[in-house]
């Protein structure tokens, strides 16, 4: 089991970064896939970014050439980079851990607010 702890989300204007975090309670050398995922009022939750244990990562079309994953396994800690971000990007962003049987493992989110 791991438990995985969110942070870096705010409010921006259009145009602007941020940088998520989600650190995670133990090493996440093994855990399959790592990602971040995203909820909208009203809308489904749906995949951001992914990345493997191996580094190969997959993007939302939305986010492609705006956003970049990356994990740090000395720090148990995975990232999101968002750049030229869009009103349409507001959600809750959520950090997710797959491990080898599949099994999921969510943070408690944090809010992203892209204003015009």
């Known amino acids: 089991q791991v438990q995985l702890v969110e942070s870096g989300g705010g409010s921006v204007q259009a145009g602007g970064s941020l940088r998520l975090s989600c650190a995670a309670s133990r090493s996440i050398y093994s855990i399959n896939t790592m990602g971040w995922y995203r909820q909208a009022p009203g809308k489904q939750r749906e995949s951001v970014a992914v990345?493997?244990?191996?580094?190969?990562?997959n993007y939302a079309d939305s986010v492609k050439g705006r956003f970049t994953i990356s994990r740090d396994n000395a720090k148990n800690t995975v990232y999101l980079q968002m750049n030229s971000l869009k009103p349409e990007d507001t959600a809750v962003y959520y950090c997710?851990?797959?491990?080898?049987?599949?099994?999921?493992?969510w943070g408690q989110g944090t809010q992203v607010t892209v204003s015009s």
């Open positions: 997710n851990a797959r491990n080898a049987l599949a099994l999921d493992y």
């Open positions: 990345i493997t244990s191996g580094g190969s990562t």
